[in-house]
């Protein structure tokens, strides 16, 4: 059975003592809730990921996550965070390919890769976000480009190491704009992906890759969209920032 994913990214937001209360709200109300193949991520800026990873701990499906890392395992690189570094503090996950870091920190496929096989080494899940822009799902290219980011800097992998990966399929247009995908068109690009990981890996990996959808995700319309067959979850934005709704999305899933 695939795991069952909500992660909230709450990007560049909350200072120390409101990350803590916000992940203290939301671990009191989702940890008797969490069950089985669901799992809960926190993506967290890294000033609270050690804390929130000392909260997090005797939980047993809820876990935190960082937004980034750099793609060496150390070195002179003033400013930046290893995965070594995340792990050392409890982190399981980290987002890669966020379209905020593609967009505005130059990150492309190439250099994705190899943040996966940093993160990979050092046991962290990358939660792999791919998505095409409105002007690329206007002119109808969105399955080519979807395919080219999942077989430039995923599909070099192993099977074993694929698997480890959470995919999450976030179309630009919908991040930070309020506007959403339908579950139709999401659920379309859902098993478009997990055909192409059928194609290259087969259909067990297949079928237990967790593939989330991220987007303007909210409590209004969680329900529709991880009613789909294919879509495992979801990538929360603002709604995450909130704890009610947070955990309103969580529990779509019970
Ligand atoms: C959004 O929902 O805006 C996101 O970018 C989630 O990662």
Not at 6 to 13: I, L, S
Not at 97 to 111: A, C, D, V
């Amino acid at each position: 059975m695939r795991k069952k994913i909500v992660a909230g990214n709450w990007k560049m937001n909350k200072d120390y003592s409101e990350g803590l209360s916000l992940f203290s709200e939301v671990l009191n109300m989702v940890k008797d809730e969490v069950r089985g193949e669901q799992q809960v991520v926190v993506c967290a800026p890294y000033i609270h990921l050690h804390s929130l990873s000392a909260l997090a701990k005797g939980t047993n499906n809820v876990f935190v996550g960082a937004q980034n890392a750099h793609q060496e395992a150390s070195g002179a690189y003033t400013g930046e965070i290893s995965t070594g570094m995340l792990k050392s503090v409890g982190v399981e996950y980290v987002i890669l390919g966020h379209s905020e870091r593609r967009q505005y920190f130059g990150e492309n496929n190439e250099l994705l890769a190899k943040k996966t096989n940093t993160a990979l080494a050092n046991d962290l899940k990358p939660i792999f976000c791919i998505g095409e822009t409105l002007a690329e799902r206007e002119s109808n290219q969105h399955f080519d480009v979807i395919k080219t980011q999942l077989a430039e800097a995923t599909f070099h992998l192993s099977a074993e190491d694929f698997s480890k990966l959470v995919i999450a399929y976030e179309p630009v247009w919908a991040i930070g704009t309020g506007v959403t995908a339908s579950s139709a068109q999401a659920q379309e690009i859902h098993a478009f992906i997990r055909s192409e990981v059928a194609a290259k890996y087969g259909a067990e990996v297949a079928e237990n890759t967790t593939i989330l959808y991220g987007g303007s995700c909210n409590p209004g319309n969680a329900a529709e969209l991880f009613a789909q067959k294919d879509i495992d979850g979801g990538l929360i934005g603002g709604a995450s920032l909130k704890s009610r709704d947070f955990v309103d999305i969580v529990k779509t899933f019970n």
